[in-house]
């Protein structure tokens, strides 16, 4: 129902000077409807680039990206995301942040809360559904990002270093709570991290991107069955590959 | 005894020993109820004003005078700021006007104000206006500019289509601690500016109106009565516009003070 397609794909940051970087580069990519993709890649390759760029948030300066077949034109409600700093609005309780989206939409508020209070139970934060951003910790803002995104009922969820700024523990625990919220919607999931273990914990396939200009270097794909298990042999050889990848793009020989 | 309580009393305590010091230097030391009006003298005064009966009548003319200006100001000043702060070209174009007549006193417009509206209740309103509408519009355009980016593009991801929308729903919310801060310097600027038109000859009533008269009239402890007045009203509207923000405004923004 709803692949991202990405071809040939390119943009530059004009600067100061007049001269131009070139952030991204001839990218392809093409991803499967409920697929879960982790985009990961030396600091500056432009993965957070290209997830704004599907996103609608930055204009592409060559190629294309289409959702569901329709060319990504700007920003739109199908396609959530759920940024790496908080983003809630803090003036909003917590459920009409989750019912932002629908409220946008024209829902009436009886009809939107619900529907908001549905998201924030799966997201297991019912008692916190009156309490202001400010009242909650860093990984329960980010679980309410996430209800917001997903109660607009998105056909891609694009999430950007979400579990970023949160301590390892809680990181694993979202981690775990996102994988099953990935089943209940079986939405289709691009996610770019810097952490090699997340990627190697979460996706379908490790998307690797090359050094500035970014593009598509390698994709790893990772067959099994979830959960898995960080400490196990396979595990950690998949990770190594993968950080060895991204270390040689970093300092060609 | 509790923090509060030990607060109170103290300050109780302060006012009261200040009281002395003034009595006893006003009636000892100046002796010259002309010169320094003792406590005695003005809270004679005072009772004298009650009798007669124009207190409440002047403290009502001033409050309409600040109002005018005030509301006015908002008026204008939210709007245009958001305007500024929102859209670039709004900026680049208003930017060199605002700049400057931004720097002009606004006891500066007395004159205009009295040619174009007589001696109004809109003069002296024109004047209030002319000292709040300068920090409301400066805030609303630095509260505008300062909107986190992530408000914006989560606002823009979750169906924001349209910058109205985006004003009304994300950036104006979060504008408001910005914008209350600019309303409360505002109302002190105002109420300064209302004393100076009054006195300067706006307006025949008014509190400001009437310190200047008894001055005249060389009845000082009136003078003081006066000015203690200004200063309670002017502390009254401040805790009231304090209270109300704290309490219904900014609920979310628990335990800091605009």
Known sequence: ?253 | MNRQTQKRLLGVAALAITAVIWQIIAEYVVGRSFILPSVTDVAGAFVNLLGSGTLLADTVVSLEHFGIGLIAALLLGVPIGILMGWFRVADYLLDPIIEILRPIPPLAWIPFAIIWFGLTTQAAGFVIFAGAFFPILTATYSAFRDVPKVFVEAGKVLGCDTSLELIRYVALPAAIPGIVSGIRIAMGVGWMCLVAAEMFGVSSYGLGYQLWHNYYLHQMPNVVVYMLILGFVGLFIDRIFRNYVDKQLLRWRAGEVA
């Not at chain 1, 001269?19 to 982790?38: K, M, S």
């Not at chain 1, 996103?55 to 959702?67: F, I, N």
């Not at chain 1, 909003?92 to 829902?107: P, Y």
């Not at chain 1, 079986?186 to 991107?209: C, G």
């Open chain 1, 1 to 253: 129902m709803s692949g991202v397609s990405i071809r040939n794909l390119g943009k530059a940051f004009p600067k100061e000077d007049g001269t131009v970087t070139q952030a991204l580069e001839n990218v392809n990519l093409e991803i499967g409807d409920t697929e879960f993709i982790c985009l990961v890649g030396p600091s500056g390759c432009g993965k957070t680039t290209l997830l704004r760029i599907i996103a609608g948030l930055e204009t592409a300066t060559t190629g294309s990206v289409t959702v569901e077949g329709r060319a990504v034109t700007g920003p739109d409600p199908k396609r959530g995301m759920v940024f790496q700093e908080y983003s809630l609005f803090p003036w909003r309780r917590v459920v009409d942040n989750v019912a932002f989206g629908l409220e946008m939409k024209g829902v009436g508020k009886e009809e939107r809360r619900k529907t908001a209070d549905r998201y924030i139970e799966m997201v297991g934060l019912s008692q916190f559904r009156d309490a202001y951003p400010y009242e909650l910790s860093g990984g329960m803002r980010q679980r309410v990002a996430i209800a917001r995104a997903l109660a607009n009922d998105p056909d891609v969820l694009l999430m950007d270093e979400p579990f970023g700024a949160l301590d390892a523990q809680t990181r694993n625990r979202m981690q775990k709570e996102l994988l099953s919220l990935w089943e209940q919607t079986k939405k289709t999931i691009v996610f770019v991290t810097h952490s090699v273990d997340e990627a190697v914990y979460l996706s379908d396939r490790i998307v690797v991107l090359s050094h500035r200009p970014g593009s598509v270097r390698e994709i790893v794909e990772i067959p099994w069955s979830r959960p898995r298990d960080r400490t196990s042999a396979g595990f950690a050889e998949v990770r190594r590959r993968v950080l060895r990848m991204i270390d040689e793009t970093e300092n060609p020989q």
